[in-house]
C-alpha cells in the first residue's frame, strides 16, 4: 500500500482556532505558537493536522476574514522552518457541524442544499488560492467527521464537486477524504474510487469507544465517574458498551474479534486497508487517541497496540490532541509517560 509521504506521524492542533471556547483573538494568537511547533518537532512529529471552523476564516455573511487567515499562513510558516508538514482540515462549515453538543443541528441538510455548498466550495477555493503555492508541504481535508450514514451517496458527490473545484487551483495537493459515521473506519469502503492519485482515505479510530471516551462530558451516556482499564478481554468491553453505551453493533462486535491487542486493530482496518490497497490508496488516520481521564498504563498499552497496526500497513497518523481538549499532550501526567510515549509514537 502506498504510503502518505511526510504525513506519518502528527499531531493535532485541536482547540486552537477549532472548538474554542469562545471567539478571541488573543487566545488565537498565544494558544499555538513557534515554540509549540518547535517542540512537536522534537518529539518525532513529522506533521500538525491544524483543525479550522469556518467562523475564524469568513464572518457568517460569508466575507473573508484575512485575520483568521493569517493565523493558518502563520503555522505554515513555522512547519516549514522545522521541517514539518501540514494538514488544513476545515472542522466546521456554515451549515454543518459534526459536534454532538450542537443539538440543534440539521446534519442533513448541507449535504442536498446547492447554497450551502457553493459557499464551502467557495471557503476552499479561497484556501487553495493562499496555499497554492505550498503544495509539496500543505495537504487538504474538506470537512472533518460526516455523521449521517443515509448521506454516504450525497457526500461521494460533494466531493467530487470539491476536487473538481480545487484542481483548477492545486493539482498537485493531497486531498485527504473521510467517510461516513463521524468518519469511522468502517465507512472507508463506502468511499468513491479516487479521483486521480493524490486523494488519500482517512479515518478516525478511538476504539473501542467505551475506552477511550470513559467518563467524556460530551457523551450524554457516561456517568462522569465511570471508568476502565486496557487491555481487558473482549467480552467486558461489550458487555460495557451494551450496558453504558447502549450498543450492540461495531468494531467490538464483529465476529472475527476475540480478543484486545494488535489484531484487535488489525482486524477493524482490514476492510479500509482492502480498499486502500485496491486503488493504491495511501491510508490515513487522521484522529486516534485516549481521554485523560484513563490511566497512564492502559493508554500506553492502547497506543503500542494502535501503533503495531499502523506500522504494519504503512499507515500515516495524527494523534489527537496536542494540547487540552481532554485529550492533551503537554499537561502534568504525560511527564510520566514522555519516553514510552516518544518509543512509541
Known sequence: MRKFEGFQKGVNLGGWISQFAKYDHEHFQTFIQKEDIAYIATLGFDHVRVPVDYNVLEDEEGNILETGFEYLMRCREWCEEYGLHMLIDLHECYGYSFDPLKKNM????FFYDEELQERFLKLWTNIAERFKDYQDMVAFEPLNEVVLVEVTEAWNQLVKKYIARIRTITPDVYIVIGGVDYNNVLSVKLLDPPADDKIVYNFHCYEPMIFTHQGAYWMEEFPSDYRITYPQPVEVYQAETTRILHATTGT????????MGPDY???IIRDAVTAAEKYDVPLYCGEYGVIDLADNPSKINWLRDIHTAFNRYGIGRSLWNYKEK?????DESFKEVKEDFIRIV
Open 106 to 109: 440539521d446534519r442533513r441538510k
Open 252 to 259: 467490538l462486535f464483529l465476529d472475527e474479534v476475540k480478543e
Open 265 to 267: 486493530f488489525n482486524i
Open 326 to 330: 481532554d485529550f492533551g499532550l503537554v
